[in-house]
């Protein structure tokens, strides 16, 4: 039995135990072989670490698939290919990189040498990726494609403050408030920088007493920002950004109606950005994939009008997509259902198939 990291899991390992939320509810039963969706859970309730069946126990435990070597193409990975050979992406991924180099710096300096904070500047460095010709080629797309990234907080604390940004515009929120959390998504985890390295990136098991030390950076974000000279929202973005509309989150286990409104919106992009990060044996997560996942354990824990708000864009920007089935069958997404934003309806050249009507079948990937 060996504590295996969620980052490092791959399908076909089985639970060597039980798996529960931190409020004690149960994810994964022990002895399950996982898959992609059951990773993707894990993830989606914060486990940073599973107990994992040895192959040298003698167990019956699958082979994973092995790595794919770069140049390889994965399964959804001519769509994704697509996109990296766009022009847009190109530059997307550029201007990315460029400043994700200065955010680092930045954050660093506020973390630790009590720095005061340029809100304008900092916000517009997020805006400035966005603005110019996205056509055809959704901010969603960009980040997916930008997976193969490895850096735990500077790049995460990106990618959620430009999908906060881009969520801030489906809710019709005034520019002030499109500031507000897109300077919190940025800042949200600035908390992890005081959290020991050693911790952050240890490979094995976690005790219980460093998995709690993990979760204080909530608290400690908060201790970073309280005395500067920001919105006092963005500070609640950086306390509360864990805690859940059902009362399961922390640091305080709050309601919905207590929690900050902002830190809810940062909540749902902070965990769809967690949720979406490639593996090192797949290509970024078929977004229909985590809708579902949403929609099935999501409506409680967050606020019911931002998330559907949220599906219902996500799922809409693929409509038009061409996509695979589960049974091998490929078509275009066609129509939205209103009530299920991740069974839409497919056209398979003259067939249409209703995936709300259809409980066996669902997207498997985009092609
Ligand atoms: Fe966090
Ligand atoms: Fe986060």
Not at 83 to 98: G, R, V
Not at 127 to 132: A, F, K
Not at 157 to 173: A, H, P
Not at 324 to 344: A, H, K, T, W
């Amino acid at each position: 039995m060996k504590r295996v990291r969620i980052t490092e899991l791959r399908p076909g390992m089985k639970t060597a135990e039980d798996v529960f939320s931190y409020n004690n509810q149960m994810i994964v039963p022990k002895g399950s072989v996982l898959d992609d969706k059951m990773i993707t859970r894990l993830e989606f309730y914060s486990v940073l670490a599973v107990r994992i069946v040895d192959e040298e126990d003698g167990s019956e435990s699958e082979q994973a698939p092995e790595p794919l070597s770069d140049g390889e193409i994965s399964d959804n990975s001519s769509y994704s290919q697509k996109i990296k050979n766009s022009k847009q992406f190109k530059k997307f991924e550029e201007s990315f990189l460029e400043n994700t180099e200065s955010f680092k710096e930045n954050l660093k300096n506020i973390a630790e040498g009590g720095a005061e904070i340029d809100s304008r500047a900092m916000i517009d460095s997020i805006t400035s990726l966005i603005e110019g010709d996205m056509t055809g080629i959704s901010v969603f797309d960009m980040l997916h494609n930008m997976r193969q990234y490895d850096d735990f907080t500077y790049m995460h604390s990106m990618n959620v403050s430009l999908i906060c940004n881009v969520f801030g515009k489906w809710l019709g929120m005034s520019t002030a408030d499109i500031d507000i959390i897109t300077l919190g998504g940025l800042l949200h985890d600035i908390g992890k920088l005081k959290i020991p390295d050693n911790i952050i990136r240890k490979p094995d098991k976690l005790s219980p007493a460093e998995y709690n030390i993990i979760k204080t950076h909530s608290l400690q974000g908060y201790n970073i920002l309280k005395d500067k000279n920001i919105d006092d929202n963005v500070k609640q973005c950086a306390l509360m950004h864990h805690e859940r509309c059902d009362g399961s989150g922390y640091p305080l286990g709050l309601m919905g109606d207590k929690i900050n409104m902002y830190a809810k919106i940062v909540a749902i992009a902070d965990v769809y950005d967690a949720m979406t990060a490639a593996r090192i044996y797949r290509g970024p997560l078929c977004p229909f994939k985590v809708i579902s996942i949403f929609e099935s354990e999501g409506l409680q824990k967050y606020d019911g009008h931002y998330i559907l708000t949220f599906l219902e864009h996500v799922a809409t920007t693929y409509m038009n997509n061409r996509v695979r089935l589960n049974n091998g069958m490929e078509g275009d997404v066609i129509f939205m259902n209103r009530n299920q934003y991740s069974r839409p309806m497919i056209q398979c050249s003259d067939k249409f198939v209703d995936l709300s009507r259809e409980p066996d079948l669902y997207i498997e990937t985009f092609v």
